[in-house]
């Protein structure tokens, strides 16, 4: 059987104790945190990967260092912890191979691939995604009783299966093998289509569940000694940890800030002489008002008066006359208490009744408690600067009568925000850049080799120089006089 360039090895040779798995989730803790670092970064240098190979056509080698250590930590920890529960060896906080610990991962470098490959890898793993889904208790079983109420719980494998090691582990102190060799199968699996989606080799995974602490080929491992943990040249370890950190953190500062760019320069693409407005919502009522209610505001108004914010506008627009008013939510309920309205809670959805009687009400304008209003026939405009308190917005009928339908929009006056959103996108962009290059400064050599050591090269032997034939000895002639 040809040997996949993704080996991974699970030994049983130090099996777990009966308890200490109850406790593991605690233990783990510290590697949980370091690979949620590990893992933004690998997948920021998986999008370099990506973009190199189809310039290139090669992957590039520090970042293929540095993702194996990422694959090859996680597979560590995820077999000490809830993937195989197969060792009670704490794991070390390292992205080189550790000979002696029982799980482990090597590969061999990728060769030269198709340039259009980072355009499809994702696509042709998909089939593998969708069996592992279920195999890892990716899907979801989903039940629904007689009562309407419904659960769903994990529908995978292997939650089952580490569930079944762990009671017998815990009642009879032993790993029962078949279990152990299960699992380690689908981690297997699992960890041969990342590395494929990641680029980190060029060869499809095969559709099988290679059981057992060892490649199906027999393959031992390394057979040379454990490479290097860091880099070798004037930065050390730490300073490349620290430059990874630091990367991943300016990674997700500068996502933030220019997510929040855009999103501003997109509402500034929205205003309209000052104003943004929302998508009409059509609202009606059988009562005789439509209460939009727990608006609460603590607004500091000369701070918002510094910046051209704090007013905001709504509209009513339909064939009746309309009341459109503000108040504060205590009043409004006030005035409508015991009989009954519509809270309107979502735009988007029915409103919510609330208790009484369907019945008219004294028309809105005769009441003096009104923060802000207007009324009309056809189209009703109001506008507002916010104030601190808890308001709640009021649409009626001008008579009080039942039976309340028209548009609503609102709308809130917004400065320009080119400058800003240009800024915050242009800032986020550098940030990410600048944490990229981080990323790959400080992943450069954290991880080792990637593959395993290759055997020292023996020069060739000199050619040995042409041999010349002898001539055989002459015997000289006897001297003497001839007969």
């Known amino acids: 059987m040809n040997r996949y360039p993704i080996r991974v090895r699970a030994d049983l040779s130090d099996p777990p104790g009966r308890w200490l798995w109850l406790v593991k989730w605690l233990l783990l803790v510290p590697h949980y945190l370091v690979l949620a670092v590990l893992w933004v970064a690998y997948l920021a240098l998986t999008v370099v990967a990506y973009v190199w190979v189809l310039v290139t056509g090669r992957y590039p080698e520090q970042v293929f260092a540095f993702n194996v250590g990422v694959l090859r930590w996680t597979w560590r920890v995820g077999y000490y912890g809830y993937q195989v529960l197969g060792t009670d060896r704490y794991p070390p906080f390292t992205l080189a191979e550790v000979p002696d610990y029982p ?73 029962p093998r078949g279990l152990h060799d299960l699992l380690a199968g689908v981690g297997r699996w699992a960890l041969r289509v990342v590395a494929y989606v990641s680029l980190l080799t060029g060869a499809y995974p095969p559709f099988r569940l290679d059981q057992g602490a060892r490649e199906p080929d027999g393959d031992a491992g390394p057979s040379g000694p454990a490479p290097a943990s860091g880099a070798s040249g004037a930065s050390g370890p730490a300073a490349r940890v620290v430059a990874v950190v630091a990367g991943v953190l300016l990674l997700l500062v500068g996502a933030g800030v220019g997510t929040a760019g855009g999103l501003a320069l997109a509402l500034d693409g929205q205003r309209e002489n000052g104003w943004v407005t929302s998508p009409a919502a059509v609202l009606s009522s059988p009562t005789a008002a439509l209460v939009a209610d727990g608006i609460v505001l603590h607004p500091d108004r000369k701070a918002l008066e ?24 205590s009043d409004v309920e006030a005035w409508l208490a015991g009989t009954a309205y519509d809270r309107v809670v979502d735009p988007t959805g029915a409103p919510r009744r609330v208790g009484g009687p369907v019945t008219a009400v004294p028309p809105a304008g005769t009441r003096d408690f009104w923060l802000a209003s207007a009324s009309g026939t056809g189209t009703v ?21 039942t039976g309340v339908a028209a548009d609503v929009r609102a709308a809130a006056r917004v400065p320009d925000l080119t400058p800003l959103g240009a800024g915050l996108l242009t800032g986020g962009l550098l940030a990410l850049g600048g944490g990229i290059a981080l990323i790959v400064v400080g992943a450069a050599g954290l991880g080792g080799s990637g593959s395993a050591p290759r055997p020292p090269v023996t020069p060739p032997a000199p050619p040995a120089p042409p041999s010349v034939p002898r001539e055989r000895p002459r015997v000289p002639e006897p001297v003497g006089p001839r007969a």
Request: hydrophobic share 55%.
């Open 306 to 329: 510094r910046v051209g914010l704090g007013e905001v506008r709504f509209t009513a627009s339909g064939d009746a006359t309309y009341f459109l008013g503000i108040a504060r939510q």
């Open 103 to 175: 799980a482990g991962l090597e590969a061999d470098p990728p060769p030269a691939m198709p340039r259009w490959r980072p355009l499809v890898a994702w696509l042709f793993a998909i089939p593998h995604l969708m069996l592992l889904a279920v195999l890892t208790g990716g899907a979801w079983q989903a039940t629904t009783g007689a009562d309407g109420l419904g659960w769903s719980a994990p529908a995978g494998l292997v939650g089952v299966a580490v569930l079944v090691a762990a009671v017998a582990l815990l009642f009879t102190g032993r790993y």
């Open 381 to 401: 405009t109001l506008d507002w600067t916010v104030a601190d308190g808890r308001f709640a917005v009021v649409l009626a009928n001008a008579d009080g009568s």
